[in-house]
């Protein structure tokens, strides 16, 4: 049978005598990565005394009354691992990584499988927290009379990770929980906590993840949450971003700050950044990113596609779609699309493949006429190049048309590689 936590706590306790205890102010489990945290004790004050934990073994029925099967329990003592859920659960923040949402503890659901109490899962609706008022069964009367019945929420705990600053357990549980969620989902919660909760949750995921979900939370808070990490932390998530979101979210930060991040970083990935920086931010290479694929003339589509699955450019380029035709000197000579290709014959010439001039832009080329070209010409990137026609980078669509709209909205739009 399964029971609530509101209906627990402040109760008597009694013991095997009938004598009363004291009352039950806190439920304490232990293991909870597991799908069934098992109770470890009971908290309980006892009138002019120190409260007293009662080991989990010692009860006898938590419901309807709380009953010992021992007259004077031995106090039960802490191993470090415990989880106080009045204390620390109750009214807490945690993840629904099912649901991809933030929720409010509300109530705790406890269960008794095969003669042990285990907490079973969390109650995040407006029934638990009737029930903690005293009031469920009236809100149940009326919603029944109104025709619209409350329904409960309840979320199995192997399904919520803590999210709090002041959370007491970081489990490795609850960050690969976390870290599976799409980095648009994490960044959804991230921008729902405050920022204390928010900088708590990324501080405690593993860099990958952190770099993923910081090219989709909001600006303001990119920035704060870069500079809790500290140095060389810092350092490692920006050389996981692409190099086009790195510079925008350091040129955010304040030079003394900005440099102290590029001292940490390896020195490549801190030059790639640097020469991004080194440009007026509303310019194509302002917002041009650096990852692109290119192959050399001269070569079948066959060998083509050989080069790219050996190129360790092409394994950095996450948003391949075209691929970019150079000389020895990295003239940009022509522009393919993966499509062309992977279907063209392997014998097939790839100058067969270049097709016309292709549309490019110049470093110093203003932000909206860039926009204006990808849109003229129904683009998903353009190449961005010098005076000297040498390719230095390209400007994929969403860089493009930031200037038309929020950069908030831009980051909900669908990625189109």
Not at 129 to 146: K, Y
Request: charged residues 30%; negative net charge.
């Amino acid at each position: 049978m399964a029971m609530w936590l509101s209906r627990i706590l402040d109760r008597p306790v009694w013991d095997a005598q009938g004598e009363r205890l004291g009352r039950c102010v806190d439920v304490l489990v232990a293991e909870t990565e597991k799908a069934l945290p098992p109770l470890r004790a009971l908290a309980v004050a006892r009138e002019k005394q120190e409260t007293l934990l009662v080991s989990a073994a010692d009860v006898a029925w938590l419901t309807p009354s709380i009953i010992l099967k021992v007259t004077k329990p031995i106090p039960y003592i802490p191993k470090g691992d415990e989880l106080y859920l009045r204390r620390q659960v109750l009214d807490r923040q945690i993840v629904d990584t099912e649901g991809r949402r933030v929720v409010r503890v509300n109530d705790l659901q406890i269960i008794r499988p095969n003669g042990h109490y285990c907490l079973a899962a969390v109650d995040v609706g407006s029934l638990g927290l009737a029930r903690r008022m005293g009031a469920e069964r009236i809100v149940e009367r009326v919603a029944t009379t109104l025709g619209r019945p409350v329904p409960g929420v309840v979320i199995p705990w192997r399904d919520v990770a803590p999210v709090e600053s002041g959370a007491p357990i970081r489990l490795r549980i609850s960050r690969d929980r976390l870290s599976r969620l799409h980095p648009a989902d994490l960044a959804n919660i991230v921008n729902e906590l405050d920022y204390p909760a928010g900088q708590a949750l990324l501080s405690s995921l593993d860099t990958s993840v952190v770099a993923d979900a910081m090219q989709e939370i909001e600006p303001a808070l990119q920035a704060s949450v870069l500079e809790t990490l500290g140095p060389d932390r810092a350092a490692d998530v920006v050389e996981e971003m692409d190099p086009d979101e790195a510079a925008d979210l350091l040129a955010t930060l304040e030079p003394d700050d900005r440099e102290e991040i590029l001292d940490h970083m390896e020195a490549e990935d801190a030059e790639e950044v640097q020469k991004l920086l080194a440009h007026p931010p509303d310019t194509a290479g302002g917002i041009m990113t650096t990852e692109y694929t290119t192959i050399r003339r001269g070569l079948t589509a066959g060998q083509a596609l050989e080069a790219l699955r050996r190129s360790e450019e092409a394994r950095e380029d996450e948003t391949m779609y075209y691929v970019y035709v150079i000389d020895d000197e990295g003239h940009l000579e022509g522009v393919i699309t993966l499509r062309d290709l992977v279907m063209a014959d392997p014998d097939t010439p790839i100058d067969r493949l270049i097709g016309t001039r292709p549309i490019r832009v110049k470093l110093s080329t203003p932000q909206e006429e860039v926009a204006r070209l990808v849109a003229k010409y129904d683009l998903l990137a353009i190449p961005v190049v010098d005076e000297e026609n040498v390719l230095h980078g390209i400007v994929t669509v969403d860089d493009a048309i930031d200037a038309f709209i929020p950069t908030a909205w831009k980051k909900r739009l669908p990625r189109f590689f």
